[in-house]
């Protein structure tokens, strides 16, 4: 049953913040060195989301053409697929992964909506784009924890991996109630 819950509370969280994305895209607030972090505490259970620039996450956010810069997209996947490498939380937790998603990077201009072309040509019309569209790319991660209680925080190392990132914005559903707050190189633990 709390699976269940934490389904619904990241699916209604990520929601949310889907529209707020959309919502500061449609203001021109694609912000380079600036990515999104939610996270979902419950019971046992932790699930973080991790959304930003593929400019700081890979190194350029248009769609990889030549071999080096396929190469390079590969790598950003790869990086994504070790959280151990991004995120650290107190061992006594006992926080095993148990489940990952990846996002690819996709420029922004479609909103990940589905549209028809007419519809689509009106939808960009509407919006201030640039030509070369921004893209954003990031990964859901499941965490079950043997000793919830001793889950007490998290310290982003992303930081070190990613270092044209320079702040995160954190939106949290934790066992206390809602959290908030900025993460960044020199302030990267956050704790509840």
């Known amino acids: 049953m709390k699976a269940v819950t934490l389904l619904l509370a990241a699916a ?5 913040a889907n529209h707020d994305e959309h919502e500061s895209h449609s203001h021109g607030a694609h912000e380079h060195g600036h990515g999104h972090l939610n996270l979902v505490v ?11 620039p593929a400019a700081d996450l890979v190194g350029f956010e248009h769609a990889a053409k030549s071999d080096e810069e396929k190469a390079q997209y590969a790598k950003a996947v790869a990086r994504l697929q070790q959280p151990d490498a991004l995120f650290r939380f107190d061992p006594a937790a006992g926080c095993k992964l148990t489940q990952q998603e990846l996002q690819a990077a996709k420029e922004d201009h479609d909103h990940d909506h589905d549209h028809d072309k007419a519809a689509s040509d009106k939808h960009e ?13 990031g990964a859901m991660y499941t965490y079950t924890c043997a000793t919830p209680a001793k889950l007490t925080g998290l310290e982003a ?11 995160l914005s954190v939106q949290g559903i934790l066992p206390t109630g809602q959290t908030a707050g900025e993460l960044t190189p020199s302030a990267n633990k956050l704790s509840w």
């Open 12 to 16: 209604a969280f990520g929601a949310h």
């Open 42 to 52: 419950d019971g046992d259970q932790l699930m973080i989301e991790l959304q930003a």
């Open 125 to 137: 019309d509407h919006h201030d784009h640039d030509e070369a569209g921004h893209a954003d790319m």
């Open 157 to 167: 190392t992303l930081f070190s991996v990613y270092p044209s990132l320079e702040k």
